[in-house]
């Protein structure tokens, strides 16, 4: 399992020793969720969060971008240091233009669906991209429960990337908790994002083994 510690439940005032911990730990990539109070309902934070992580870490930056328009920003989101750029697919009109700008500019390329959205509308894009983000609740906050039938969704989304032969990563990202984890990976997920549970936890870096071994 590929572990995406999710910064949004970080303590910002000790960010650069929240960072120290992760990198000490076994989580494989910074999640960073990018918010912008239009495709969701909350604000999170931009660039200059993202540049700092960045000094911190040689880990890989995985920016989730919840954000209309994300063409307008995927250059500056490369030059802030993001290794893996995702889009919503809600909120891209030119899905396939916006993920071809984002392999120009040399980042690997993610598409997230929202709850509602059925994974076979990736069909035609899986070819091109390089991660699905599959949201298991409804994006803009973190600590919300994990939605049962996103378990349906992962399982579909995995075969239709074995029946096409791909190696597209399944990510699920929302509520993955250290009950659950074990039934998300069986349905075929690749990367589990965590952010209460290993932020809220009272050892984080055990957290962050039990979810990496699972
Ligand atoms: C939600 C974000 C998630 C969030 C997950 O909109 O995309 O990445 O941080 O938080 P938890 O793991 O606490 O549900
Ligand atoms: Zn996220």
Redesign the pocket.
């Known amino acids: 399992m590929v572990i995406a510690a999710?910064l949004?439940?970080a303590n910002f005032l000790k960010l650069q020793e929240e960072c120290n911990m992760l990198n000490e730990s076994q989580a494989d990539w910074f999640?960073l969720?990018v918010?912008d109070g239009s495709f969701?309902p909350n604000i999170s934070f931009g660039f200059p969060i993202i540049q700092q992580v960045r000094k911190t870490t040689k880990k890989i930056c995985d920016v989730?971008l919840?954000i209309v328009k994300p063409e307008k920003y995927a250059e500056q989101f490369k030059n802030a240091g993001a290794d893996i750029l995702t889009v919503h697919i809600e909120a891209c009109r030119h899905l396939h233009r916006n993920i071809q700008q984002i392999k120009a500019l040399g980042m690997q390329a993610g598409v997230a669906v929202n709850p509602h959205t059925p994974v076979n509308l990736l069909k035609d894009i899986l070819v091109d991209i390089d991660l699905v983000c599959l949201?298991s609740?409804n994006?803009?906050?973190?600590?919300?429960s994990f939605i049962p039938y996103s378990i349906e969704k992962i399982k579909q989304l995995r075969k239709m990337i074995d029946d096409a032969g791909l190696k597209v990563k399944i990510e699920v990202?929302?509520?993955?908790t250290l009950q659950n984890a074990k039934q998300i990976a069986e349905a075929g997920a690749h990367v589990l994002?965590?952010?209460?549970?290993i932020f809220s936890s009272k050892d984080p870096k055990a957290t962050i083994q039990i979810l990496k071994s699972i």
């Open positions: 999710s949004l439940a999640h969720d918010m969701v989730h919840m949201m609740v994006p803009g906050f973190g600590g919300q990202d929302g509520g993955v994002v965590a952010g209460n549970t």
